[in-house]
């Protein structure tokens, strides 16, 4: 698998700028050219620069990573003291597995998080981190779909084994509508949603990924809710995010409609009177607990 130093950028948080002066003066990647001179970075570039760029993050001088063997870097990475900088590792480390269809080290990279930290603390700290550079990769269309549903299935196991560990809904309480738009297929963070919900004794009604609208009215029709939420980790467009949200305003007016995930913070358009933003996981638990 082949990225542009652009995609690079968008995956490592780095400048396409400082990655072309960190080639003209270290060793540590060596791109490709094609007959056009445009870099190409392979898969094992992508690693070399998400270590380097996590070590820089944390207070490493390039000169020094550079001089660094290939192995010393990740056992520094490893020894690192700040908790974010280990999950962040890890995230990095499991995007790795994906590309190179790896689901028994994905699968263990998983469960040893998990028997450590819970799955909730898993989801927060290490899946949605994953999802957005999942996404990333999805716009960049440098990932194949197997790829994604291998590891996808995984992580969906994962969630709806902690579901069925949760207490009964309580039934005095208005149920919640999660759906996801139709072809719309990244069901990871809803699915977390519900967990969320379910583990604070909130009724759900689960709907699943790719709804059609008019199946949406239908049940509106039927079950008159008075919320619906949404978790988008993608959508093709702004202006066809815009049309979508004023369409499910418009069939869902005495509802309050919830959105969260990555789009929500690229999101610049106006929003109709009873969709409500939740740009943070500080703000979805605070939705939850307020519930």
Known sequence: MAFTIKELESLSGIKAHTIRIW???YSFLKPDRTSTNIRMYNNEELKTLLTVALLNKYGYKISRIDEMPPEQRVNVVLNLQEAEAKQEHIVNELISCMVELNNVEFEKKLNDFISTYGIAQTVQSLILQFLEKVGILWQTNKINIAQEHVVSNIIRQKIISAL???PAPNLDHDPIVLFLPENEHHEIGLLFIYYLLKRNRVPVIYLGATVPLKDVHYLIEKKNPKSLYLHLTSFPRQLQLEKYLHQLSGIARKANIFISGSVTSTYSRSL????????????????ISSL
């Not at 009177?273 to 939705?287: Q, R």
């Open 164 to 166: 069925e560990q949760q």
């Open 272 to 287: 109709p009177a009873n969709v409500t933003f939740l740009k943070s996981i500080s703000e979805v638990d605070s939705y």
């Open 23 to 25: 080639e003209q003066r």
